[in-house]
């Protein structure tokens, strides 16, 4: 696969999946081994099945969601983004630190997310997110 391509497979998860709820997609985006690694799993996510749960699971804890994606680098099976995502909580939210009563608070945060795409697919994903600036709009904690 080219860079190009491999930047059209994760443009493709975020605006059809991630954004459009369209869980389903993920059969056809990542690998069926692929390897997720998420700061609120406690380890990795392994195989699609694995990856559908999880990303229905963080669906299911806002009610409004949207990415916009800033910069998007790709070289050789690697794609980074440099990404803000904002949303609206429908229930509780599990931190690392514990559940937050958020319900209807709206919260935004930069992340950056590396990507393999090995034949056109999702193999591997890293997640990097500013997780206590969210707990700080939130209110969960004071500055």
Same mark, same amino acid.
């Given at each position: 696969?080219?860079?190009a ?7 493709r998860?975020?605006? #059809? ?5 369209? @869980? ?23 195989g ?5 749960q ?14 916009? @994606? ?48 090995q ?17 700080? #709009? ?6």
């Amino acid at each position: 696969m080219f860079p190009a391509e491999n930047k059209s497979v994760v443009r493709r998860y975020f605006e #059809q999946v991630i954004d459009g709820g369209r @869980i389903e997609l993920l059969d056809e985006l990542a690998a069926a081994d692929c390897i997720i690694h998420r700061p609120e799993a406690a380890g990795p996510i392994r195989g699609v099945a694995a990856f559908k749960q999880a990303v229905g699971k963080i669906l299911a804890v806002y009610s409004e969601f949207h990415t916009t @994606i800033h910069d998007m680098i790709a070289g050789d099976d690697k794609v980074v983004c440099r990404l803000t995502h904002k949303g609206v909580h429908a229930t509780n939210w599990t931190s690392r630190i514990g559940t937050h009563a958020v319900a209807g608070k709206p919260v935004s945060w930069p992340a950056i997310a590396i990507f393999r795409v090995q034949e056109g697919r999702i193999a591997e994903e890293w997640v990097c997110r500013d997780e206590l600036g969210m707990l700080i #709009q939130l209110g969960a904690l004071a500055r």
